[in-house]
Nanobody, 120 residues
């Protein structure tokens, strides 16, 4: 069984910063790409940032230059540093990982989501 647990969401004023963390645990052989997605009310879930096991990154255009994704492979953890936050960044943020478990087939796993609210 593989679990992703997010932390670090909350309420912040526009222009502020937050750092999200997501730790993967369980019967893990390896993790390929990890990423962060978000879903605002009434909108579809969208990719925010993604990082491969080798450290290559890509970002949504709307967050480039403000958000930074990183990972600690030894801890099976991915981070999202969010700076210069805007009200339009308000959403539930979900962690995602492409995991190869030790006793199951490779699969796509999701965290439970963490709320980020940016006030104007």
């Amino acid at each position: 069984q593989v679990q992703l647990v997010e932390s670090g969401g909350g309420l912040v004023q526009a222009g502020g910063s937050l750092r999200l963390s997501c730790a993967a645990s369980g019967s893990i052989f390896s993790i390929n790409a990890m990423g962060w997605y978000r879903q605002a009310p009434g909108k579809q879930r969208e990719l925010v940032a993604r990082i491969t096991s080798g450290g290559s990154t890509n970002y949504a255009y709307s967050v480039k230059g403000r958000f930074t994704i990183s990972r600690d492979n030894a801890k099976n953890t991915v981070y999202l540093q969010m700076n210069s936050l805007k009200p339009e960044d308000t959403a539930v943020y979900y962690c995602n990982a492409d995991v190869v478990p030790t006793t199951a087939r490779r699969g796509d796993y999701w965290g439970q989501g963490t709320q980020v609210t940016v006030s104007s």
